[in-house]
């Protein structure tokens, strides 16, 4: 069965930290991305990743950088972390056919 | 500019009514459009796809390029039916999906 599966569930970090978020798939994917999930606004791409050590900046990239060093893993990395970027951090991963499957998410509270 | 629109945010019927999800895009190129879900403290995942033609779950969605609209439909809605209902456009040449605000659909007994 497909698995992509992101460390933490909830995660709460002051305000200035350095925040890293986790995701690992297990189906050989290319493609991987991460959103962000915000009431009202739906799903918004912050960066997504085509390969090893490629990536494309989203619709919201501010404030957020991206590693992949691994075909496997795709990290999400808020170098200083702010009240508004709590919000529910979703990845994804998808192959050539673009059907994505999701992680179960991490909310994130940025006190 | 790319962009999809979901007008409801809520959409409450009862178990047995017609289900209508609007969805209307803007975009210039040719597109491929989602549509996902998400039950209650499950992952997102896709429910169906334009370009499969398919009816998952009793739900159809038909693109019609000349109102720019992908609405989701179920004759007969069932309470299980009741989600997060997302959806999305692929922009061509590229693997980057934007998603709409998404409609909560409420299905009461």
């Known amino acids: 069965d497909v698995k992509v599966t992101q460390s933490s569930r909830y995660l709460v970090k002051r305000t200035g930290e350095k925040v890293f978020l986790e995701c690992v798939q297990d189906m050989d994917h290319e493609n991987m991305f991460w959103y962000r999930q915000d009431p009202g606004l739906g799903l918004r791409l912050i960066y997504f990743s085509y390969d090893v050590k490629m990536k494309e900046k989203g619709d919201i990239p501010e404030g957020y950088s991206v590693s992949r060093e691994k075909k496997e893993r795709f990290s999400l990395i808020l170098e200083s972390a702010s009240t508004n970027q709590t919000s529910m951090y979703l990845c994804a991963s998808s192959l050539w056919d673009r059907k994505l499957f999701f992680g179960s998410g991490t909310q994130l509270s940025v006190l | 500019a790319q962009r999809v629109t979901q007008p409801e945010k809520l959409l409450s019927v009862f178990k047995g009514a017609p289900v209508e999800l609007k969805c209307n895009y803007s975009?210039?190129?040719?597109?491929?459009l989602f549509w996902y879900v998400q039950y209650s403290r499950q992952r997102l995942q896709l429910l169906l796809r334009h370009i499969s033609r398919e009816s998952i779950k009793g739900f159809t969605a038909d693109l019609n390029k000349g109102e720019t609209s992908f609405h989701l439909k179920k004759p007969f809605a069932q309470e299980e039916d009741s989600a997060m209902y997302y959806c999305?456009?692929?922009?061509?040449?590229?693997?980057?999906?934007?998603f709409g605000t998404g409609t909560r659909l409420q299905v009461f007994p």
């Open positions: 975009y210039s190129g040719s597109p491929e």
């Open positions: 999305a456009l692929i922009l061509s040449n590229t693997d980057k999906l934007i």
